[in-house]
T-cell receptor, first 112, second 114 residues
Framework: QKEVEQDPGPLSVPEGAIVSLNCTYS??????FMWYRQYSRKGPELLMY????GNKEDGRFTAQVDKSSKYISLFIRDSQPSDSATYLC????????????FGQGTILTVHP | GAGVSQSPSNKVTEKGKDVELRCDPI?????LYWYRQSLGQGLEFLIY????????KSGLPSDRFSAERTGGSVSTLTIQRTQQEDSAVYLC????????????FGPGTRLTVL
């Protein structure tokens, strides 16, 4: 079993839809969680960073962490075609020297 | 300022050849990470540098893989006697150096082993 599980999709939604992306993790030592967005043939770029359980909002994006159930989510409101990308969740912390453990990534397409 | 850069962007090699992949981190970033992204897989950690030292090499898949970092800056990942299963995108990331600091990724090197 992978430490971070993520449904690879693909997920296809119409423009304007609310998108929900989810991951589960098994490593209790994880202290912080990140969502990266990766466009085709590009490197991942940080989208959201959360350090504790709860919600964090940034514009159209909301990251949610529930450490009791080891569940992390990313919500995208009013999705746009420019949001079409692969979304990667990651956990880190504990004795990991800062290395991140990533999920498989979810491929999202937002069609006009 | 300049981000993380990697070279080459694409590399095609024959099975059994050695390859070197280069990473130039963001200036002033003391931490440097190498990850590998294979088709259908997420990013897999390979090695972590703090300065020129590598306290965590736990992700290197075999002794054919090695990496070094010089001057606390440029890093080179070397794969000897390449195999087809080494085909992947190799990504480098750097951060300021504290645990939990944001990692900034380069565009990656796409390696194809024929």
């Amino acid at each position: 079993q992978k430490e971070v599980e993520q449904d690879p999709g693909p997920l296809s939604v119409p423009e304007g839809a609310i998108v929900s992306l989810n991951c589960t993790y098994s490593n209790s030592a994880f202290q912080y969680f990140m969502w990266y967005r990766q466009y085709s043939r590009k490197g991942p770029e940080l989208l959201m960073y959360t350090y504790s359980s709860g919600n964090k909002e940034d514009g159209r994006f909301t990251a949610q962490v529930d450490k009791s159930s080891k569940y992390i989510s990313l919500f995208i409101r009013d999705s746009q075609p420019s949001d079409s990308a692969t979304y990667l969740c990651a956990g880190g912390g504990g004795t990991s020297y800062g290395k991140l453990t990533f999920g498989q990534g979810t491929i999202l397409t937002v069609h006009p | 300022g300049a981000g993380v850069s990697q070279s080459p962007s694409n590399k095609v090699t024959e099975k059994g050849k050695d390859v070197e992949l280069r990473c130039d981190p963001i200036s002033g970033h003391t931490a440097l990470y190498w990850y590998r992204q294979s088709l259908g897989q997420g990013l897999e950690f390979l090695i972590y540098f703090q300065g020129n030292s590598a306290p965590d090499k736990s992700g290197l898949p075999s002794d054919r893989f090695s990496a070094e970092r010089t001057g606390g800056s440029v890093s080179t990942l070397t794969i000897q006697r390449t195999q087809q299963e080494d085909s992947a995108v190799y990504l480098c990331a750097s951060s300021l150096g504290g645990v939990g600091d944001t990692q900034y990724f380069g565009p990656g090197t796409r390696l194809t082993v024929l």
